[in-house]
């Protein structure tokens, strides 16, 4: 065991593993589109809350990878962040709640909407690779743990006129990183360009044969993110100065051809990452079941955006933009409780 490790096991304390009895191969899990649940932050990963998610028959909670390494120069292991993730993630196993780590922020990425470092700089990829390996020791062989996402949106293709190297070899360099000490947990990819489907007509698998493909969907933005006065609605809107126009399931399908496509040129799963609609949108409960169907009719696993932490894509609350608070029944929550009640609950937690 190399140092850093001794030390994240003793700043932090090392949870064991499950009994291998009691794990199912999380590949295979994937392969079947087994997974569903919401993006959590680590505000939300209270046990009181991951109970209530739990409650709807979802099964699982993506919860964000933030600094275990320092953003800045010399990129300094960071302890306390390591233990809040810790925390985060036995929360979801009381929850009884399957996890995928996304790293959000780290070295290089200190604001992933608006960081450059990470694609012009060869130490901070390098830091950014030595992260994900340590924090795959740390975590391999957790039952609940079930993937390891590289990079919520990567997007070097408009932040870096002169990149170190495109996404794809970043992204096969981390893998390599993180296989030289875990070689189960699955790996999950974002395409670059925020993770759109478009730039699926670029994206290279890595090589490996654990790695699941992940897309993250909110087209339109101007409807999936309109403000309460535009009143934008689905399906069939056609919006002055928009030439994308109208929009119905047909149009949200030729959006996700090329995620289908890559599915079924490379045999690979593919997750949905990120989704969501504004839930006073005209239309919105329609936009998200034609999303999900046809996620469903693919065999992907999915996460909404987010579980209680935006207001305008909360599904706790009402069509009404000014209602600030959670219900136990609303349209859109009735939504998907009906696909979380396809869930198998395979974890079992000691």
Known sequence: MNKLALLFFSLVGFVGPVASAQRPDAFALWKQGAFRGANVMQAQCTVEDLRVLSSWSANLAEIPVSNVYAPTPPYAFQAENLAKLD??????????????????????????????EIWRDAAAQEAYAKMWREVALHYRGRASVVGYDLMCEPHPDEEAKQPLGDWNELAKNITAAIRE??????????????????????????????????????????????????????????????????????????????????QQKHNVPIFVGEFGCARYAPGAEQWLRDQIDLYEQYGWSWAYWAFREWDVMNIERTADPADKSNHGDTPLLRLFKTYFAKDKKFFTAE
């Not at 709640?97 to 790293?103: H, N, P, Q, R």
């Open 87 to 116: 925390k985060a993630v036995k929360a979801a196993e009381q929850a009884r709640l399957y996890v995928v780590l996304t790293c959000r922020e780290g070295p290089g990425r200190p604001d992933f909407e608006r960081s450059h």
């Open 181 to 262: 000490v875990d070689q189960e947990t699955p790996i999950l990819v974002n395409s670059s360009g925020w993770a759109y489907p478009q730039l699926f007509e670029v994206l290279r698998p890595t090589g490996d044969p654990r790695t699941v493909y992940t897309v993250h969907f909110y087209d339109p933005h101007y409807y999936t993110h309109q403000k309460p006065p535009e009143k934008v609605v689905y399906p069939g809107f056609r919006v002055p100065g928009k030439q994308d126009g109208p929009w119905d399931k047909a149009t949200l399908e030729a959006r996700l051809a090329p995620v289908r496509a890559f």
